[in-house]
Nanobody
Framework: EVRLVESGGGLVQTGGSLTLSCTASGLRFDESDVAWYRQAPGKECEFVSTITSDGTIRTLGSVKGRFIFSQDSAKNTLYLEMAELKPEDTAMYSC??????????????????WGQGTQVTVSS
């Protein structure tokens, strides 16, 4: 059974920082395409960043330069370091992974495995 668990969310002021983590059991992140998505109330799920199994990183334009997606293979853990947070970054953040070849790693429907999400709230 594959299980993904996020942590690290919370309430932070504008300009603050948070680091989200995602751990997995039953799946190796370094053998998978992995991604972070976010969803704000009333809005669609939005791609934030992805790392493909060959190491290619893609990041949403509005967070580029502020968010860094990385992984620690030894710990089988993903990290999303978020800095200079803005109120518009407020959302439920979820990690996703899939060891299969994905046709479009930016599309959330491609990913088989998801965590339960961790809430990030940025106050103005």
């Amino acid at each position: 059974e594959v299980r993904l668990v996020e942590s690290g969310g919370g309430l932070v002021q504008t300009g603050g920082s948070l680091t989200l983590s995602c751990t997995a059991s039953g799946l190796r992140f370094d053998e998978s395409d992995v991604a972070w998505y976010r969803q704000a109330p009333g809005k669609e799920c939005e791609f934030v960043s992805t790392i493909t199994s060959d190491g290619t990183i893609r990041t949403l334009g509005s967070v580029k330069g502020r968010f860094i997606f990385s992984q620690d293979s030894a710990k089988n853990t993903l990290y999303l370091e978020m800095a200079e947070l803005k109120p518009e970054d407020t959302a439920m953040y979820s990690c996703a992974a899939d060891p299969r070849w994905l046709r479009n790693e930016l599309r959330p429907s491609e990913y088989r495995y998801w965590g339960q999400g961790t809430q990030v709230t940025v106050s103005s």
